[in-house]
Every structure is written in C-alpha cells, then in structure tokens.
C-alpha cells in the first residue's frame, strides 16, 4: 500500500499517518519531520531548509524530492509506505511519478481555514520523535511529555499565528491542485477532518477498503 495523505497543515495529517502506520505496518514518511531532525543535528539540508520553514515558505522541490527518493529506498519501505506532508506541489507528484513511484491512494483531509487556525493553537509535538499532540483533543497522558518516547513536548515555531496564515495562503496556491493532479489519477478520496480523530480514522481507513 502506497499511501499520500494530503491536506493544509494542522488537518491531521501527522496524527493519522502514527495511527494507520500502526495499523498496516508500513512507515510513514513525514518531510517536516525528516527536515526538522535536519535542523536540529547542523546538517546541510537542515542550514538550507532552516530560513524557509521558519517563515512558513516551501523548501525548495529539489531538496525535498532528493530526500523523499533516499527514504523510498530504504528496505523497510518494500511493502509500502505512507507519505505525509509530501509532494506539496506539483513538481513534486510529478517528479515521484517520473521515478515510478505510484500510489494506489491519495486521501485529502478536508478542513476550513478558521477551524485550522484555532486548532494550530493547542498544537503540541515532542521534539525528540516528532509524535504530534493537541492539548484538548488529543492530549498526552502526562502533560507536556511524549507518550512515545518520554522527552519533551514543545509547540513549533511555524505554528505562530501570523505563520500558520502564511502556511495555509501556500498550502491553497501550492498544495491544493494536487487534489486535481490524483484525481485525474483515480486515486483521490476525501475525508472529512472537522471530526473526533477516531472517526476520521475511521473513514480513512474505509477509504482504503481496509
Ligand atoms: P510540516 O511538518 O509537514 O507542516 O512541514 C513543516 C515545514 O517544512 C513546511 O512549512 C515547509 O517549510 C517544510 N516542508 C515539509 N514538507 C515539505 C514539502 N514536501 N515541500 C516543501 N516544503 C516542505
């Protein structure tokens, strides 16, 4: 099963991903957490993804393209895997399609605007394993600590107000024709976001026919 989960930031995207990875034993592959481990070890995809991140901009398609094929290649992906937070723009779906990598589902959280800038608020991810949390609707079971790995939680530094308006303005320019680009595809589904994250998981999952 190759799987995108497509939507704007803050849809849920990352929280799903954990909990279908858990379910089909596949990997997921988070770009946002691949460049924010970057960023934290100096290296030099981190010095280059830094300054765009920061302000909520796109990392350049070459960069991320470069790490989506490395990963890919892992032999822990063989049976699949699940894409979160990538391709983000054309280029990108189209550079993955160019190197044979097809999908058999593309699956679009669907969630408005002002719900998401509310819900960016209680946001909270360990920065150790980059698990992602809610104060409210998906809480740890120890205030302020990993239920997965035990180190800190801590709120990320592009979920400031002014810079999430600025995500979501990318995500609609950028990230939204993709839903075009997979459904000319046959692959697109849609689900709704604005739910309990079990129920949406739930139709997730039907969308997968699993
Ligand atoms: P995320 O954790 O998915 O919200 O990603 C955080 C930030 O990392 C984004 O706002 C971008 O700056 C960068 N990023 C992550 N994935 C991509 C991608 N596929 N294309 C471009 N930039 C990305």
Same mark, same amino acid.
């Given at each position: 099963?190759?799987? +995108?989960?497509?939507? *704007?930031?803050?849809?849920?995207k990352?929280?799903?991903?954990?909990i279908?990875?858990?379910?089909?034993?596949?990997p997921?592959?988070?770009?946002?957490?691949i460049?924010?481990? *970057?960023i934290k070890?100096g290296?030099?995809t981190?010095?280059?993804?830094k300054?765009?991140? #920061?302000?909520g901009k796109?990392?350049p #398609?070459?960069? +991320?393209?470069? +790490?989506?094929?490395e990963r890919?290649?892992?032999?822990d992906c063989?049976?699949?895997?699940?894409l979160?937070g990538?391709?983000?723009?054309?280029?990108?779906?189209?550079?993955?399609e160019? *190197?044979?990598?097809?999908?058999d589902?593309v699956i679009? +959280?669907?969630?408005?605007?002002?719900v998401?800038e509310?819900?960016?608020t209680?946001r909270?991810v &360990?920065?150790? &394993?980059?698990?992602?949390?809610?104060? =409210?609707?998906h809480?740890p079971k120890?205030? @302020?600590?990993c239920?997965? &790995?035990?180190?800190?939680?801590?709120?990320r530094?592009? #979920?400031?107000p002014?810079?999430?308006?600025?995500r979501?303005?990318?995500?609609?320019?950028e990230t939204?024709p993709?839903?075009n680009?997979?459904e000319k595809l @046959?692959?697109?589904?849609?689900?709704?976001?604005?739910?309990?994250i079990?129920? *949406? =998981?739930?139709?997730?999952?039907?969308?997968l026919?699993?």
């Amino acid at each position: 099963m190759k799987l +995108i989960l497509l939507g *704007a930031p803050g849809a849920g995207k990352g929280t799903q991903a954990e909990i279908i990875s858990e379910k089909l034993h596949i990997p997921t592959i988070s770009t946002g957490n691949i460049l924010r481990e *970057a960023i934290k070890n100096g290296t030099e995809t981190g010095l280059k993804a830094k300054s765009f991140m #920061d302000a909520g901009k796109l990392v350049p #398609d070459d960069v +991320i393209i470069g +790490i989506v094929s490395e990963r890919v290649a892992q032999p822990d992906c063989a049976n699949g895997f699940i894409l979160d937070g990538v391709p983000r723009t054309i280029p990108q779906a189209e550079a993955l399609e160019a *190197a044979g990598i097809h999908f058999d589902r593309v699956i679009s +959280i669907e969630i408005e605007d002002a719900v998401i800038e509310a819900r960016m608020t209680g946001r909270r991810v &360990c920065g150790s &394993c980059g698990a992602s949390y809610h104060i =409210t609707a998906h809480p740890p079971k120890v205030e @302020g600590i990993c239920d997965a &790995c035990g180190k800190e939680l801590v709120i990320r530094k592009d #979920d400031a107000p002014e810079t999430v308006k600025n995500r979501l303005k990318v995500f609609h320019a950028e990230t939204e024709p993709l839903k075009n680009f997979y459904e000319k595809l @046959g692959v697109l589904k849609l689900v709704e976001g604005n739910q309990p994250i079990e129920s *949406a =998981t739930k139709d997730i999952l039907a969308a997968l026919g699993v």
